[in-house]
């Protein structure tokens, strides 16, 4: 793909620039990206990191790669350099000399062969179930890396709710075939970025190094082996990525690569703790209006990259690209999304799709209101002109309507209000639908730790239109209150656990309840075809139930909700509806009971259920 346009600056592969340190020779601590694939996207913009750079000339030679562009900048620490990759371009080490007055230097970029293409880069489609781990409180596979060399004492303590606790790459490869087991198809981790050694940032959200997995975790072939291994069971993988901010101690909070890298500097910069993003999806209002949330530094310290700077903008995309085809990953779970210019989005997620025709993103838009939310949805153009070309956003409308339903009581026609909206998605069946995340309060803590209601949210969450996503431990009802109690470790996965909730002994007999329910609901979608792709239609609604139809060519099944804490006869007119000539109903799961006659269906709902009846 040769789809980045630049113009050409340097005819002979030479640039001089005017700033340097009279008798200083050149010197490079790193390049990014490090390697790179024939036949995969060019020209690459390659940064240079180093000292003594301004007064340098950078030439290259290689058969099939040559410099169309640099750009040294005058702080002598970095230099931007452009390299076409001729299609005839063989791997191989493509050498950049880099020369001044007092001396030179040499670095390179490795050009590498691209690996076969089946079985990565897949997507995700409604077929899947996507399983949400946090790898350090998931599951401990090497104990050596709990502590690496150069981390800070006391950022790993198991003990401290903000520290490591030693969940890694490989803990989560080794549990792979219990995911499978469960009926998970799909695993989103989040952030694997190399994080700094001197705090706890063990959710991986504050990256210094685009470029290299975190040590806590592991090594880049750790996560290269944990996606193949998913892909060879049949699971798919998504990674979290962070294009809105890094971290803290980042280089780039000390050393912009340019100016305009970011928005501010530690000492001066916009503070957006309000995250006010919604006005972005109001037509009338100004910049003023959400430039905190554009430009300002998440929860006032993590560094805010300026997307709107063309060498930001290539700079994120190209480590996107680099990310997945090093790794074979098959979809992104994108962070912080509205905090970024939608022009960017439109950019970036085009770019992947160009690379990638079947890669699949998923946005955070945490919002509750659909009119918002589906603002960054892609396959239509905003007011402002603007298709962000996001796949999807995760569906925080239902997700609020349903803690406030099953969890709290509230009338089931807040569920249909919601959906009601879906008319502003253009493609509502594939959002990602959730009871829990690692940002939100557990739902069964939300639901006052009933079991019962907890089976409730996931029963409807299996069975209502989109993509649904559980969070590590909901099999197995994991309380929590807010951020971090909501990020408790895994049973079983950690040297010394007194439980190991990954085997059935090791489960409580209520943790096995719970995750046979899950393990139930989960076969039901893989075995009914309607409950994946199937239209969703409604048949009734009331302040206590919800009865939907889904439906395929082949399939009609009708879903009968019940949030009432007792039992409830009704009697339903079906006239109108899309069964009305329904001739029979045969339970497929759950308790309550149905009896069809002429066109009218009685229901003995039981209490907190959710049955399913194939329609003929």
Known sequence: MRTFACTLALAMGLVTSAVGLPG?????????????????????????????????????????????????????????????????????????????????????????????????????????????????????????????????????????????????????????????????????????????????????????????????????KDYQDLVAAAHQLGMKVMFDTVPNHVGPHHPWADSQPTPGWLHGTPEHHLDNATYDFPPISDPHATPANYIEALDGWFVNKLPDLAQENPLVSAYLLQNALWWIENSGVDAFRIDTMPYVPRSFWSYYDQGLLAAYPHFFTVGEVMDFNPTVTSYWAGGQKGFDGIDTALTTPFDFPLYSAMVDVVAHGASVKKLVSVLREDRFYPHPELLVTLLDNHDKKRFITEAGGSQEKMKLGLSLLATVRGIPQIYAGDEIGIPGGDDPDNRHDFPGGFPGDSRNAFTQAGRTPEQQELYTHVQTLLKLRRDHPALRTGTQKHVVVSDKYYAFTRETDGERLLIVFHNGATPESVSVDLSGTSIAGARSLTTVFGPSQAQLQNHTVNLQMSPLSVTIYRVQ
């Not at 949400?132 to 401990?140: E, K, N, Q, T």
């Not at 003990?159 to 490869?173: I, N, R, T």
């Open 24 to 220: 200083a020779e050149p010197f490079i601590s790193k390049v990014e990206p490090p390697t790179w694939w024939t036949n995969l996207y060019s020209p690459v913009m390659v940064l240079l990191y180093g000292e003594n750079l301004a007064n340098a000339s950078i030439s290259v030679d290689y058969p099939g790669v040559r410099i169309t562009r640099t750009q040294a900048e005058p702080d002598g620490k970095h230099a931007f350099v452009w390299l076409d990759l001729a299609r005839k371009a063989k791997p191989g080490k493509v050498s950049l000399h880099v020369k001044t007055s007092a001396g030179d230097t040499t670095t390179s970029l490795s050009l590498l062969e691209r690996p076969p293409q089946q079985g990565r880069y897949q997507g995700i489609t409604r077929d899947d179930v996507i399983y949400l781990i946090m790898p350090d409180r998931f599951a401990d596979g090497d104990p050596s890396n709990d502590q690496p060399p150069g981390a800070a004492p006391g950022t790993y303590n198991r003990q401290s709710p903000m520290a490591y606790h030693g969940g890694d790459l490989k803990g989560v490869q080794e549990h792979l075939p219990y995911l499978k087991e469960l009926g998970v198809t799909a695993i989103w981790l989040t952030p694997v970025y190399q994080n700094d050694n001197g705090s706890s940032d063990y959710h991986g959200y504050g990256a210094i190094d685009e470029y290299a997995v975190e040590n806590h975790f592991g090594t880049m």
